[in-house]
Antibody
Framework: EVQLVESGGGLVQPGGSLRLSCAASGFTFSSYDMNWVRQAPGKGLEWVSYISASGTGFYYADSVKGRFTISRDNAKTSVYLQMNSLGTEDTATYYC?????????WGQGTLVTVSS | DVVMTQSPLSLPVTLGQPASISCRSSQSLVHSDGNTYLIWFQQRPGRSPRRLTYEVSNRDSGVPDRFSGSGSGTDFTLKISRVEAEDVGLYYCMQVSYWPWTFGQGTKVEIK
């Protein structure tokens, strides 16, 4: 079964950092691009970042560019999101999703709360 | 950026009746490879998004055939032929033809 499991969320103060992880299983991870998408409480979906299957290509939404870094470890079948300089506007559930044109499946999400 | 505009934003529906959600893009979603990368997602309350259709009209396995996607260029539609109670939730369109990828605002489907 194809599965994505996010972890690493929690409460962090404004200006702080957090690293999210997404562990993949049930498919050949190294063959698939991966994404992070977030959803603020009660709000819609926002694409955050993309990384190519090889890890050499990546894109970011303007709202996180320069603050967030996406990476992956194909040996550990995991993708990561390093989040620095967090602001209250980054409070959201963060999901990882498989594929460039696919966006299927999604993980269950991990909640990041930025608050003092 | 490509702006995705959904309507309506709220859709009360009677059980067994049809429902239709529109999604319009600010520019054509035809990719340079000739395909149109428009996806529909369903998000049930408290759950992660689930893909329903991709490339406009291809329904995912396990998705009931009462769901259908259609459209072209800048104008797309998700139809539910007969709404069931389990269809309650939020529905989003998303374009993955042009960076940055963008979502519609979401349409809330509820039972009257």
């Amino acid at each position: 079964e194809v599965q994505l499991v996010e972890s690493g969320g929690g409460l962090v103060q404004p200006g702080g950092s957090l690293r999210l992880s997404c562990a993949a299983s049930g498919f050949t991870f190294s063959s698939y691009d991966m994404n992070w998408v977030r959803q603020a409480p009660g709000k819609g979906l926002e694409w955050v970042s993309y990384i190519s299957a090889s890890g050499t290509g990546f894109y970011y939404a303007d709202s996180v560019k320069g603050r967030f870094t996406i990476s992956r470890d194909n040996a550990k079948t995991s993708v990561y999101l390093q989040m620095n300089s967090l602001g209250t506007e980054d409070t959201a559930t963060y999901y990882c999703a498989r594929g460039h044109f696919l966006f299927d499946p999604w993980g269950q999400g991990t909640l990041v709360t930025v608050s003092s | 950026d490509v702006v995705m505009t959904q309507s309506p934003l709220s859709l009360p529906v009677t059980l067994g009746q049809p429902a239709s959600i529109s999604c319009r893009s600010s520019q054509s979603l035809v990719h340079s490879d000739g395909n149109t990368y428009l996806i529909w997602f369903q998000q049930r309350p408290g759950r992660s998004p689930r893909r329903l259709t991709y490339e406009v009209s291809n329904r995912d396995s396990g998705v009931p055939d009462r769901f259908s996607g259609s459209g072209s260029g800048t104008d797309f539609t998700l139809k539910i032929s007969r709404v069931e109670a389990e269809d309650v939730g939020l529905y989003y369109c998303m374009q993955v033809s042009y960076w940055p990828w963008t979502f519609g605002q979401g349409t809330k489907v509820e039972i009257k």
